[in-house]
């Protein structure tokens, strides 16, 4: 069995715009005991951070540090924390089954292979995908993979699906990550929020690094112009800059 984590008194835990950390925060609402956890959740105001940051000070005076990457790694921290009932507290059978889940749920979404994701859900003998009374740490992941990419509804007509997904929309953790979320999102610079999303789709359709964009948008000289603005020319595109210009703004 996995050794269970020391719970740190202080840590702080940023996520990027374009991935909401439910099962992050609902694998940390599902501890017994989260109020010995002073966690500050936030968005992160880089865009070149893929994934969130989970950063430890285990001491009161703030010495030792840990950082922890990635959405299953932070999950999975919470996850073994004494008396996690998602993972730390469940018989080493159930361990290996969510281990062996975790990973081929991953390889699923690095192959972009969401219907074998759902059949993974649907396919289930339980309530659950591990275990027959609560969820596990499997099921968190695979609730924010669904919900982070919108996808529950498409498949809400399969019964059994429908049934599992219900089940974890109704969770008190689940709720609650929902929430912490949101709020952190609502607290967050709308601006660097906004000249996210502008610089993400423009990178979608002229194939340009969303860093270089979102580096490039800045507040045109003319107001009426709109509140943020690209000067093609510095991208040495191909053609005219007007028109390249008319035809991105059909698109966007």
Request: overall charge neutral.
């Amino acid at each position: 069995m996995v050794a269970s984590v020391s719970t740190p008194l202080k840590s702080s835990f940023l996520f990027p715009i374009n991935s909401k950390p439910f099962a992050e925060l609902a694998s940390f609402y599902s501890l017994p005991s989260q109020s010995e956890i002073d966690l500050a959740v936030g968005l992160s105001t880089d865009i070149k951070l893929k994934s969130c940051i989970l950063i430890l000070q285990d001491t009161a005076d703030n010495v030792a540090k840990q950082s922890i990457l990635s959405k299953e790694a932070v999950a999975r921290y919470f996850s073994r924390c004494k008396g996690s009932v998602i993972y730390e507290s469940l018989p080493l059978s159930c361990q290996v089954a969510i281990d062996d889940i975790m990973d081929d749920m991953r390889k699923l979404m690095v192959e972009n292979k969401i219907d074998l994701i759902i059949s993974i859900i649907s396919k289930r003998t339980s309530d659950y995908l591990v275990t027959s009374k609560s969820p596990s740490l499997a099921d968190f992941i695979a609730w924010d993979y669904i919900k982070n990419h919108n996808w529950s509804e498409k498949y809400l007509k399969e019964a059994n699906f429908q049934n599992w997904w219900n089940k974890m929309e109704s969770l008190e953790a689940c709720q609650d990550a929902v929430k912490r979320a949101n709020e952190a999102m609502a607290f967050a610079n709308i601006a660097g929020q906004f000249k996210y999303e502008i610089a993400s789709k423009v990178s979608n359709l002229l194939n340009i690094s969303e860093h270089v964009l979102f580096d490039l948008l800045e507040a045109p000289r003319d107001p009426s112009h709109g509140d943020f603005s690209i000067a093609l020319p510095r991208l040495r595109l191909n053609g005219n800059p007007a028109q390249i210009a008319a035809d991105l703004a059909k698109k966007v």
